[in-house]
């Protein structure tokens, strides 16, 4: 009898995903440990991940890192198709959505920032979105949507400056590599 | 030359565009979302019945016949009160005036009340 080897090689650009995947998730996770004052505020620090891939990579890879993020974050921290879960998946997929036209901007305008603004704002609106079908089914949750509108804000502002900074020391240590 | 950590190199203009527009859309939705309980319309009614229902967008006043003699209604921009009554106890003058959707002032001896209407009242139904 002989024996069939099934072997998977995993390209450069597997490898890629796989190391950007994991410094999302280990963000999310340590993310998980800081007290929030309002469900559905976090800073969404995984993000900065996501906003760098998309600027260097480019959006298919920004996705993969992103969704995978969603995917084992949740099983990590126990919330896998808990109710937290499809909140994290609607946001993800709307943000992705968002950045694929956020990427089309021109970049001599619009930067990190913006794309990390206008994801955030993608994210809550997802989320207030399946809250309101689905979970909390009053137009009550959108009294928090100023709120969140706020948090979008300013995360979206401190991931995209965070994001706008590791890209340009990442360019600085490619040129002097 | 190494990064200087510069946080305004990497806020490019359209990312103030951005943000401007960010914080402009949590205002308005703020406002929008948050004016609960401003009224709309004042109602007043006599002996039951309704007898004039008025937008509170301009200043009138409203003289109501009941059975002691007249009531009158002050109406102003966003609020309403009752100005004078020909009631014994004058709780409904003493009330001042109203401004919040679904505040009620009843002038009992006279049948006249005032209701101010609008989104987002503080309750559901009143019966008395």
Known sequence: MTRSVIELVPTAEDRRIARHAAAAIALTVAEAAIPLPLPGVKPGLANIVTLTVLARWGWRDAAWVSLLRVFAASLLLGQFLAPGFFLSLAGALASLLALAGAARLPRRWFGPVSHSILAAFAHIGAQLALARLWLVPHDGVFYLAPLMGGAAVLFGLVNGLAAAALLRELAFRGENA | ?128
Do not use: H, K
């Open chain 2, 1 to 128: 030359m190494r990064p200087s950590g510069a946080w305004r190199e990497s806020l490019l203009p359209g990312d103030c565009l951005i943000l401007v527009a960010g914080v402009a859309l949590c205002v308005f939705a703020g406002f929008d979302l948050w004016r609960g309980g401003a009224p709309d319309a004042a109602v007043v009614r006599a002996g039951g019945r309704i007898f004039a229902e008025a937008d509170l967008s301009r200043a009138r006043r409203i003289a109501v016949p009941g059975p002691l003699g007249a009531t009158v209604i002050e109406i102003e921009p966003g609020r309403a009160r009752v100005a004078a009554d020909p009631g014994p106890r004058q709780y409904c003058v003493r009330q001042g005036w109203l401004t919040r959707a679904g505040a009620v002032a009843i002038c009992a001896p006279n049948e006249v009340s005032l209701t101010l209407t609008g989104r987002g009242g503080d309750f559901d139904s009143l019966s008395y």
